[in-house]
Nanobody, 121 residues
Framework: QVRLVESGGGLVQAGGSLRLSCAAS????????MAWFRRAGKEREFVAVI??????DYVDSVKGRFTISRDNAQNTVYLQMNSLKPEDTAVYYC????????????????WGQGTQVTVSN
């Protein structure tokens, strides 16, 4: 049974930082691409992805502020979020799939339950 558990969300002032973590179990973590999505409204939006080989990509709105990384020994993927803005407020989800650099929610088979990030003015 695959399980993804996010942590690290919270309330932060604009300009501040947070680091999200996603601990994975029940899958061969090193073989999967891991991604972060967020939902502020009805739909989930792609944020960042890192492949099993360490390639990565980001949505334009977070480039230069967010960094995705992974620790295969700990079966964990991280999202370091700096210079946070109120528009980053959302529920952040991690996801896993074997597809390389996928950005579509429909591609991902495994999802965490989400962690709330709130950025105040």
């Amino acid at each position: 049974q695959v399980r993804l558990v996010e942590s690290g969300g919270g309330l932060v002032q604009a300009g501040g930082s947070l680091r999200l973590s996603c601990a994975a179990s029940g899958l061969t973590f090193s073989s999967y691409s891991m991604a972060w999505f967020r939902r502020a409204g009805k739909e989930r939006e792609f944020v960042a992805v890192i492949t099993r080989n360490g390639r990565f990509d980001y949505v334009d709105s977070v480039k230069g502020r967010f960094t995705i990384s992974r620790d295969n020994a700990q079966n964990t993927v991280y999202l370091q979020m700096n210079s946070l803005k109120p528009e980053d407020t959302a529920v952040y989800y991690c996801a896993a799939d074997a597809t390389v650099l996928a950005k579509r929610t429909a591609t991902y088979n495994y999802w965490g339950q989400g962690t709330q990030v709130t950025v105040s003015n």
